[in-house]
Nanobody, 121 residues
Framework: QVQLVESGGGLVQAGGSLRLSCAAS????????MGWFRQAPGKEREFVAA????????YYADSVKGRFTISRDNAKNTGYLQMNSLKPEDTAAYYC??????????????WGQGTQVTVSS
């Protein structure tokens, strides 16, 4: 069992940056791949980024490639999503997730409660 808690969301102007954190507790965080997803009002949850257990492999949605960076610190049981050059269309609730493999689909075993990111134009 893994508990995930996101933080770092907020209101930012277009072009700004935020760093989201995902603190894990319970079973060893390094045993799980991690993903970030987002869901805007009235839209389906969509993949943002994923990272392998060791942090050696990262995957990104085309919409965030070159602007967002996923990382993790297994010693701190924490994952991160650095978001730069934010756009109004990045506005959404952001969720971290943990699972056996990094995946573009929502096939993760554990999910956080989400943190809201709002980008003003």
């Amino acid at each position: 069992q893994v508990q995930l808690v996101e933080s770092g969301g907020g209101l930012v102007q277009a072009g700004g940056s935020l760093r989201l954190s995902c603190a894990a507790s319970g079973r060893s965080f390094s045993s799980y791949a991690m993903g970030w997803f987002r869901q805007a009002p009235g839209k389906e949850r969509e993949f943002v980024a994923a990272i392998s257990r060791s942090g050696g492999s990262m995957y990104y949605a085309d919409s965030v490639k070159g602007r967002f960076t996923i990382s993790r610190d297994n010693a701190k049981n924490t994952g991160y999503l650095q978001m730069n050059s934010l756009k109004p269309e990045d506005t959404a609730a952001y969720y971290c997730a943990a699972g056996q493999l990094p995946s573009y689909t929502a096939s993760y075993d554990y999910w956080g409660q989400g943190t809201q990111v709002t980008v003003s134009s």
